[in-house]
Structure formats: C-alpha cells, structure tokens
C-alpha cells in the first residue's frame, strides 16, 4: 500500500490549503484514514480521522479543517480553513484496516500505512 500526500505550501495567517493523500488502492479498503501532524521538535499529533463511516476532529482544529473522501474513492482530502502559524507542521495521511474504537482511531498506533509527509507554513 502507498500513500502519497501533496498541497502543502506557505500560506499567510487566515489563509486556505487543501491537502490530498492518493492511496494506491481504494480507500474502503481501509476501516480508517487520518491525518496527522508533526511540527519541529514535537511528537506526531492527530488531526481528523474518517473512521467506519464516522469523522473526528482534534479539538484545535474543529471547525476550521474538514476531512472527506472523492467520489472515485482513492483520494482523501484535508481542507484547512482560518489556517493559524501553529498549524505549521508536516502533515501525514495515514490509513488502518483493523477495526478500532474512536480514542484509538486517535492515535499514530493505530495505522498500518503511512504518507511522506507534506509540509504546511503558515506565517503570521
């Protein structure tokens, strides 16, 4: 399985990015896609997760980011609205095919298959 992620960029504060993570297969293959974030010297965090049919957010970016799949089902998509310079990060897709409850949908132990990494700035 390959997950390549793109759309990252520099954008100002307030701005729009959308991110896209193409998988090599259909994303029903999976139970779970997510996104997470890891900025310099900090631990990778989550982000959003489409888990079994149900989306979650991480409570700093509610609101503001909105994950979603394309109709042809093998791409999933970041939209991230009201961008903040703490948003500045590198930002992974990720993907899991067991099934898990939603606190573990939440962390980076529960996905099999990784991204590169695509790198947001956001500047102030």
């Known amino acids: 399985v390959q997950l390549q992620a793109s759309g990252g960029g520099l954008v100002q504060a307030g701005g729009s990015l959308r991110l896209s993570c193409a998988a090599s297969?259909?994303?029903?293959?999976?139970?779970?896609m997510a996104w997470f974030r890891q900025a310099p010297g900090k631990e990778r965090e989550f982000v959003a997760t489409w888990n079994a049919g149900t989306i979650y957010y991480a409570d700093s970016v509610t609101g503001r980011f909105i994950i979603s799949r394309d109709n042809a089902k093998t791409r999933v998509y970041l939209q991230m609205n009201s961008l903040k310079p703490e948003d500045t990060a590198v930002y992974y897709c990720a993907a899991g095919r067991n099934r898990v409850n939603s606190r573990s949908a939440r962390s980076v132990h529960a996905y099999d298959f990784w991204g590169q990494g695509t790198l947001v700035t956001v500047s102030s």
């Open positions: 297969e259909t994303t029903f293959s999976f139970n779970r």
